[in-house]
């Protein structure tokens, strides 16, 4: 007979604190207490799922009062979509809590000297700031199973306060932030009702592969994104074209991909699961018919078991094949595998920044490792003597050669390669030591081999941008062995998420 696991639900707690990541804090009987989809002020019943004897993880089933400052989500897929955790806060105080969020972990895991912070620099346009999104065709469907019994009626008000409507965080099965849902819910409760039938077009529910959650109205990017996927959706029910089914591998449309540049240019892709040139050919007609304002629209067919495309060929059916974007008077040719900073505005901000650390006069060599397409090398080109980029992705490679050419830059030099293999004595006689190094690695941070051949090349300058600020301050207490921090800037590149980017500078002591 199988062993039920206990469950233990604390009532009444009240969350003092934010963590990190998302999660806020709470305490009782001196432990302590992360959870999900909270706020400091609120107070609530927690279900606990991991249980240790310091710490535990729980998920709040019941909301007794809610924090003052809490305000109603303006997105009527929050809650349900994972796409955006902090709609229910003011968007000052998601940029405090992130600020914070810096603050401890460089002092708590990188325990580190630090000098003052300068303030987080916040988005001006919190809506629609994305210029690259994916929505996935799927034959399931996910949609709110009915909701456990919730505690007080109460949702706050816009102003903060509360009103008599049943809110959606007071729903239990309506989290997509909380723990696993055998953990959230009760023994035999679904988290969520499955659709089956034609089709549906949205985001992936969080921790589920197969399933999707329809999406009307999307605020993370401008038009035509909504119009366009919505017609496409209805265009393709009506014809009764197959959506793609996950577990059988089947199905004519798998994925539709958006880039919209500030320049004006869109860039759409339609991956289909089937290679049906008929049923194509009628697909691509309607989004080119209907919405002529796409610059370039392109198809891949994916006949694979994964959704990735980067090992595919996607076929140009109008435009010339990609998209220009620009940072301040920089262009940056984006093809429909290209990476690059998913908010152009604050990509800028951020850029900037990194520009401002790395102190360049015109005299240094500047080695930008992770240089991607080479945006970051490409910026602060003007002020380099020479620019060496290097990156372990052969495409990204090719991309930031080209990128170096569409702005005239003729002392910018991109490798493909492991850095720490790159990098050797042979390759420092060729093209000199670097003056400045500036690092931009992925959340996962630097191999500590990296932080070795860091501290190895000496550089007088290191940037370090990160978008984890917890393995960026396990990199700084390696880099500390020589190297002091001298600058630090947040930058809030996703607003109503729990992501947050830090630029950090770094002398040589």
Partial sequence: MRNKKKTIVLEQVLVENYAAEGKSLARRDGKVIFIEGVVPGDVVDVRLGKNKKDWAEGHAIRFHAYANERTTPFCQHFGVCGGCQWQMLPYDKQLQYKHQQVYDNLTRIGKV??????PIIGAEEDKFYRNKLEYTFSTKEYTPAPPPRSGLPLTPSAGGGTANTQPPLTQEANSHTGPSHSEALQPGQSPFGETGGPGVLGFHARGFFDKIVSIEKCWLQPEPTNALRNALRGFALEKGYSFYDFRGHRGLLRLLQFRICTTG??????????????????????????????????YTVNLKM??????????????????????????????????????????EKLYQVTRDFAELDGS??????????????????????????????????????????????????????????????????????????????????????????ILEMEAPTVVYVSCNPATQARDLALLDEKYQVTRVQPVDMFPHTHHIENVVQLKMR
Avoid at 113 to 118: C, D, S, T, V
Avoid at 311 to 332: C, H, N, S
């Fill in 113 to 118: 000297a630090l000098p003052p912070f300068q």
């Fill in 364 to 453: 240094q060599v500047l080695y930008d490792l992770y240089c991607g397409t080479g945006s970051i090398g490409i910026f602060c080109s003007r002020g380099a003597k020479k620019i060496i980029g290097v990156e372990a992705i052969e495409a990204a490679v090719e991309d930031a050669k080209e990128n170096a050419a569409l702005n005239n830059i003729g002392h910018a030099e991109f490798y493909a390669g492991d850095v720490i293999r790159v990098c050797d004595d042979a390759f420092f006689a060729a093209h000199g030591r670097p003056d400045v190094i500036i690092t931009d690695p992925p959340r996962a941070g630097m191999h500590p081999k990296l932080v070795e051949k």
């Fill in 265 to 298: 240019e869109v860039m759409v892709n339609v991956v289909f699961g089937e290679d049906d040139k008929k049923s194509r050919e009628e697909i691509m007609q309607f989004i080119d018919t209907g919405f002529p304002g796409i610059t370039t629209l392109l």
């Fill in 306 to 347: 994964n959704d990735s495309i980067f090992d595919l060929e996607p076929i140009t059916y109008k435009g010339k094949g990609y998209v220009v974007e620009q940072l301040e008077d920089f262009r940056f040719k984006i093809g429909p595998k290209s990476f690059f900073q998913t908010n152009t505005k604050q990509g």
